[in-house]
T-cell receptor, first 110, second 114 residues
Framework: DAKTTQPPSMDCAEGRAANLPCNHS???????VYWYRQIHSQGPQYIIH???NNETNEMASLIITEDRKSSTLILPHATLRDTAVYYC???????????FGQGTTLQVKP | DAMVIQNPRYQVTQFGKPVTLSCSQT?????MYWYQQKSSQAPKLLFH???????NEADTPDNFQSRRPNTSFCFLDIRSPGLGDAAMYLC?????????????FGPGTRLTVL
């Protein structure tokens, strides 16, 4: 079973920041927080991951709380092409398996 | 560009008729995964190969088999497809199991069972 909880859907205005929350209160010490997204009818696409520290790349920023029980994915300037299902996943450093939850459907509106 | 390729993109088969889906990668990654994604659901891991070592998920039906003849190719065999096996099948690769390795996904094969 997925170990993360995400809101089923969110809206965001084009050009504004999209902040997608994720709860993972039962995260264990060797689990990373991964974010993937899936645009309709395509394979999932890796966005970012982190263990303890906040991370930033060209796509997004990942903010992980100090207790690691929740995190937020930030898309700084959302575009219409960012409309997708966003999955927050805990990935084991031992097995590498990704157990997908239901994700958040982000709708970016003009 | 290095990538994960799945063929065909769309596959139609008849109830009970064996079908094989293929995946190839140019990334030279150790690990290859197969996921099943039914309509409006999240991807579900079926099994993965670490090099030639096969790792089956506990709840993957026996109807699903896999072969990995070499590093680049991996096949998903469905021995007797049922109507409930209609889904998108996703192949993914990663360089290592575990750690902080990201998975690279192919575009998927959409299977229809008539």
């Amino acid at each position: 079973d997925a170990k993360t909880t995400q809101p089923p859907s969110m809206d965001c205005a084009e050009g504004r920041a999209a902040n997608l929350p994720c709860n993972h209160s039962t995260i264990s010490g060797n689990e990373y927080v991964y974010w993937y997204r899936q645009i309709h009818s395509q394979g999932p696409q890796y966005i970012i991951h982190g263990l303890k520290n906040n991370e930033t790349n060209e796509m997004a920023s990942l903010i992980i709380t100090e207790d690691r029980k929740s995190s937020t994915l930030i898309l700084p300037h959302a575009t219409l092409r960012d409309t997708a299902v966003y999955y927050c996943i805990l990935g084991s450093s031992n097995t590498g398996k990704l157990i997908f939850g239901q994700g958040t459907t982000l709708q970016v509106k003009p | 560009d290095a990538m994960v390729i799945q063929n065909p993109r769309y596959q139609v088969t008849q109830f009970g008729k064996p079908v094989t889906l293929s995946c190839s990668q140019t990334l030279n990654h150790n690990v290859m995964y197969w996921y099943q994604q039914k309509s409006s659901q999240a991807p579900k891991l079926l099994f993965h190969y670490y090099d030639k070592d096969f790792n089956n998920e506990a709840d993957t039906p026996d109807n699903f088999q896999s072969r990995r003849p070499n590093t680049s190719f991996c096949f998903l065999d469905i021995r007797s497809p049922g109507l409930g096996d209609a889904a998108m099948y996703l192949c993914a690769t990663s360089r290592v199991v575990g750690g902080a390795g990201e998975q690279f996904f192919g575009p998927g094969t959409r299977l229809t069972v008539l």
